[in-house]
């Protein structure tokens, strides 16, 4: 069972792309989070394979998580959804094992990056 961890502050988004992602594989665990505080009790918690996040949310942002996640998960695989940023920005951020899609995602492509990373 691989662990995943999708934090967005867009309940609708959250939601659908959540069951996607379990459609896709049974073998997938599914966490949710709202913003980058709740994530990083989730990372310090449960022993997570990939993280999905968006850049703009309250509390802490999806810059910030990245930073903070590679101090403590630096080999964590990170994929960044969002309608507000550019992918040189989130490579530097994240470094290598940073991904970035924009908004609205390719589903197909989403998936088959997911794929990849979780092998």
């Not at 920005?89 to 989403?110: A, Y």
Request: hydrophobic residues 45%; charged residues 20%; proline residues 6%.
């Amino acid at each position: 069972m691989k662990n995943i961890l999708i934090v967005d502050d867009d309940a609708a988004f959250l939601h659908s792309l959540g069951e996607l992602i379990r459609m896709v594989d049974e073998n997938l665990c599914v966490y949710t989070a709202e913003n980058g505080a709740q994530a990083t009790v989730i990372l310090d918690s449960i022993p997570v394979d990939l993280m999905i996040t968006d850049l703009r949310m309250p509390v802490m942002s999806g810059q910030e998580l990245i930073i903070r996640t590679r101090e403590t998960h630096p080999d964590l695989p990170i994929v960044v959804v969002s309608a507000c940023g550019h992918a040189p920005t989130i490579r530097e951020l994240g470094k290598p094992g940073c991904h970035f899609f924009d908004k609205p995602i390719n589903v197909n492509e989403l998936i088959g990056t997911l794929r990849k990373l979780i092998q």
